[in-house]
Structures are given as structure tokens and as C-alpha cells.
């Protein structure tokens, strides 16, 4: 089958460049933990908008995010280190039950995205990380598609890069209209940049009929090509390996 070309402006680029926080935002969530509480802040996954007005259920406590998207919540116990549920709801969202490691007195994620509601027959993959690396990019392979902010080779409107981040903690967003049963898609991430290895700060929130698949964290390795998961038949198979840098290249 022939391969088709998507050209991306230089325009639409610089715009989905930008990472949904900075380091300075983030900093300063780090500041709150001397007052005794920690800032959860909740953002769209395609446009990094702050989602206001999400009930945000952390265990057994109920809050309501504010105009910035972001809650309050109490610091944890410093006792034991545990995994807290959190379940994000949101009219216009899909739903998203998720569990927050806390570590010495802390949240070891505060920084949440929530996917727009998807028909049916789509998935979306999103990547979301720390700040280092800097630039880690997604990409989707079979032997029809190779999707990436290096690489925009697809089928015309079925697959979709609909963000790139380049200056940490993301997100990439890809969009899959249809997915072909015949096909075989590869989910990999390629860090870009030489500084930092991907780490297990990384996440990639997986969307398929209609509802969050999974949430896989990634590993905390220096290569800097792997695998996380292949889609075959409308079933996703998790399962993470080193690939040749030259896959995520070429």
C-alpha cells in the first residue's frame, strides 16, 4: 500500500511544541510541600488546557479542581509508602482511575492529563514524563504507518499527531481513527535528546474504546529505543523491550 505524506506547518509545530508545564510551574508545586500540602494540577492531553471544574476523587477525599485546573490536597502519611487510588471525572472526558505512588511524605506524581472523549473505533496514546529527558518522542509503527514528530508518515485522516512536546514532562499525543485489523502497530519511545535516560517518571496513558486501557510506566533504563506495546486485531499486548536505535531512525 502506498505510504502518504503528512506535512505539518512550521506554524502547527512551534504550537504543539510546547509542553503542557514548565519548569518554573513545576517548581513551584514543589514550594507547597512546606505548607503541608501538595498541588495536583489536572490538563487536556491534546490541548494542555487546565481542566476546570473535574471532581477528583484521592482515596477516600472529594475535590473539585479550580480555573488553573489544579486541587489541594493533604501531604501523606510519611509512614508507609503506599499506591493511592485517584479517579479523575470530567463531562466531556473519559473517565480515568489511576494510582499515585506516595514516597517519604510525598506524591511521586502530581501533574495529570485527561484524554477528550474518543468514538468508539479510536485509540489514543499519550506520553508524559519528568523533566528529564528533555525530549522523548512517540511514535507509532506497522508496516503501513510510522508516526512521529520526525516522521508524519501515514494514512491520511486515520492516524494523527496531535502534540509533540521537546522541553519535558510532555505530553505526545497520537490518535488512531480506525485501527486496520490486518495491521500490526507498534507503540515505541525514542529519546531524542543525549541528556538523562528514560526513567520510570515516564508514563504513557493508553485510550481505547472509549475508556483508559492501561497506564504503563516506563522502565528505568539508558537504552534509548523500546517498545511498550503492540496493538494487533483491536487487542493490545503489553510488554516492554529494547529495540535497535535504527527502528526508531528510520
Known amino acids: 500500500m502506498l505510504k502518504k505524506v503528512i506535512l505539518i506547518s512550521t506554524l502547527t509545530i512551534s504550537l504543539m511544541a ?3 508545564w514548565t519548569s518554573v510551574e513545576v517548581a513551584s508545586f514543589a514550594q507547597d510541600e512546606f505548607s503541608d500540602y501538595a498541588r495536583f494540577s489536572i490538563k487536556d492531553a491534546i490541548t494542555c488546557k487546565p481542566i476546570d471544574g473535574a471532581l477528583i476523587k484521592l482515596g477516600e477525599n472529594v475535590f473539585k479542581t479550580d480555573a488553573k485546573g489544579q486541587i489541594k490536597v493533604p501531604l501523606p502519611d510519611t509512614s508507609l509508602d503506599k499506591r493511592v487510588s ?15 505512588m506516595t514516597v517519604f511524605g510525598s506524591y511521586w506524581n502530581n501533574l495529570f492529563l485527561m484524554s477528550p472523549d474518543l468514538p468508539l473505533k479510536s485509540t489514543r496514546f499519550v506520553l508524559s ?13 506497522s508496516n503501513n504507518t510510522h508516526i512521529s514528530y520526525r516522521h508524519t508518515r501515514s494514512i491520511s485522516g486515520k492516524v494523527k499527531l496531535d502534540r509533540d512536546a521537546k522541553r519535558g514532562f510532555g505530553p505526545e499525543t497520537i490518535t488512531v481513527k480506525d485501527i486496520d485489523k490486518n495491521d500490526t502497530y507498534k ?8 541528556g538523562g535516560n528514560i526513567n520510570d517518571k515516564g508514563q504513557v496513558r493508553i485510550y481505547a474504546n472509549s475508556k483508559l486501557n492501561k497506564v504503563v510506566t516506563l522502565p528505568n533504563t539508558k537504552s534509548r529505543c523500546i517498545e511498550i506495546a503492540t496493538v494487533h486485531n483491536d487487542k493490545i499486548t503489553y510488554n516492554t523491550k529494547v529495540l535497535d536505535n535504527s527502528i526508531c531512525r528510520k
Open 86 to 100: 485517584i479517579k479523575m471525572r470530567k463531562k466531556g472526558y473519559i473517565d480515568a482511575d489511576e494510582k499515585v
Open 129 to 141: 514524563w519528568g523533566s528529564t529527558p528533555q525530549d522523548l518522542d512517540l511514535h507509532l509503527i
Open 18 to 20: 510546547e509542553s503542557c
Open 187 to 194: 507503540v515505541v519511545i525514542y529519546k531524542y535528546t543525549s
